[in-house]
């Protein structure tokens, strides 16, 4: 009976080991921009802040989406504070994580900040080739001239044609 008890608290202990290291241990840490959409706090009986934020890379793009979780109230906070903003999140990822009481995704968001630059348009920019320093600078565009009203044009008359004969 007491090998019995030695084994189950052998295996509670690597348990709460392997509990400890994932939660601990960040497989890949990054940061991802976009707009939140949806945020809020849920758990039956671990609440976590669970969230997802479209990430845009161009104009008119369909935006993927990425779903984060949030363990800590301040951070959880900043978020909801840019809401409305585009935004960075730092975030670290968690693989196999035991149960989701901890959270429900693998990513765990460590910080948040706004994000004051906006996105680039695709669109090429021209640039002028730089003058030459003999090369006179263009001259000022002329002014446009006044538009002359439009008159009806009214078609020329027209002739039937002569009927050829075979």
Excluded at 15 to 30: C, F, H, I, P, R
Excluded at 87 to 111: D, R
Excluded at 143 to 158: D, I
Aim: proline residues 13%; negative net charge; glycine residues 6%.
């Amino acid at each position: 009976m007491r090998a019995f008890f030695v084994f189950l608290g052998l295996v509670l202990l690597a348990l709460a080991g392997w509990v400890w290291l994932t939660l601990n241990w960040s497989y890949s840490e990054g940061e991802r921009a976009g707009y939140v959409q949806k945020f809020s706090h849920k758990g039956w009986l671990c609440k976590t802040w669970e969230g997802e934020i479209a990430m845009v890379t161009m104009p008119g793009a369909i935006p993927d989406k990425f779903e984060f979780s949030v363990r800590d109230d301040t951070v959880a906070h900043q978020i909801n504070a840019l809401a409305g903003k585009r935004i960075v999140l730092s975030y670290e990822q968690h693989k196999f994580v035991p149960t989701n009481c901890f959270a429900e995704t693998e990513y765990f968001v460590t910080g948040a900040r706004a994000l004051d630059e906006q996105p680039v348009s695709p669109a090429p920019v021209i640039v002028a080739p730089p003058l030459t320093p003999n090369e006179p600078a263009a001259p000022a565009p002329a002014e446009p001239a006044t538009p002359m009203p439009a008159e009806p044009v009214t078609p020329a008359p027209t002739e039937p044609a002569p009927a050829v004969k075979p």
